[in-house]
């Protein structure tokens, strides 16, 4: 068993909550700074997955537009990683201009052994997350409310709370 919270665990309902998952995630708008956020996003899922206790082993799909894609190993990794599916977005001070840029990605999640689902049949993502780190700091899940100040902690992989606020709106 994973070192996750057992707490989480009793929001785990569906037949495939219990298996490995592949997570996606793709450059959204924003160029240079959407890329720099696809690895911003793959640093805190392999951080989040390594403290669950997970085996995590990552793959680069393409690099224009960039797509990485993670392979996760553990029981419910799936059931906790669905939660994130969606378009996430970051607002900050870029490095290149020196000017607040805003950024997008999608994050897509898949139990192992899945195919993924066509496209013309799959629906559309919505915008489940901000992470602004200029002028103020927020992370904010915006199907259920969750806000915090503590941005680099989300980041940094801390996304046990958001995940527990996501799975108890269910």
Same mark, same amino acid.
């Given at each position: 068993?994973?070192?996750?919270?057992?707490? %989480?665990?009793?929001?785990?309902?569906?037949?495939?909550?219990?298996?490995? /998952?592949?997570? +996606? *995630?793709?450059?959204?708008?924003? @160029?240079t700074e959407a890329v720099l956020f696809?690895?911003?996003?793959?640093?805190?899922?392999?951080?989040?997955?390594?403290?669950?206790?997970?085996?995590?082993?990552?793959?680069?799909?393409?690099?224009?537009?960039?797509?990485?894609?993670?392979?996760?190993k553990g029981h419910f990794a799936y059931?906790?990683?669905?939660?994130?599916?969606?378009?996430?977005? %970051?607002?900050?001070?870029?490095?290149?201009?020196?000017?607040?840029?805003? /950024?997008?990605? +999608? *994050?897509?999640?898949?139990?192992? @052994?899945?195919?993924?689902?066509?496209?013309k049949a799959a629906s559309y993502p919505?915008?489940?997350?901000?992470?602004?780190?200029?002028?103020?700091?927020?992370?904010?899940?915006?199907?259920?409310?969750?806000?915090?100040?503590?941005?680099?902690?989300?980041?940094?992989?801390?996304?046990?709370?958001?995940?527990?606020?996501?799975?108890?709106?269910?």
């Amino acid at each position: 068993m994973s070192k996750v919270n057992q707490e %989480i665990l009793q929001f785990m309902k569906n037949k495939n909550d219990e298996c490995n /998952a592949v997570l +996606t *995630v793709s450059q959204g708008y924003g @160029g240079t700074e959407a890329v720099l956020f696809v690895d911003a996003l793959l640093n805190m899922y392999r951080r989040f997955c390594e403290n669950a206790g997970f085996e995590v082993k990552s793959t680069i799909i393409s690099s224009t537009p960039c797509e990485a894609e993670i392979a996760i190993k553990g029981h419910f990794a799936y059931g906790l990683l669905q939660s994130e599916e969606g378009i996430h977005s %970051i607002a900050r001070i870029s490095n290149f201009t020196g000017r607040r840029e805003r /950024a997008f990605c +999608t *994050v897509r999640v898949r139990p192992e @052994g899945i195919a993924e689902v066509p496209a013309k049949a799959a629906s559309y993502p919505t915008q489940m997350r901000n992470y602004v780190l200029s002028p103020y700091k927020l992370a904010q899940d915006v199907r259920t409310g969750f806000q915090t100040e503590d941005v680099q902690d989300i980041l940094d992989g801390d996304l046990e709370e958001i995940i527990t606020s996501y799975l108890k709106a269910l």
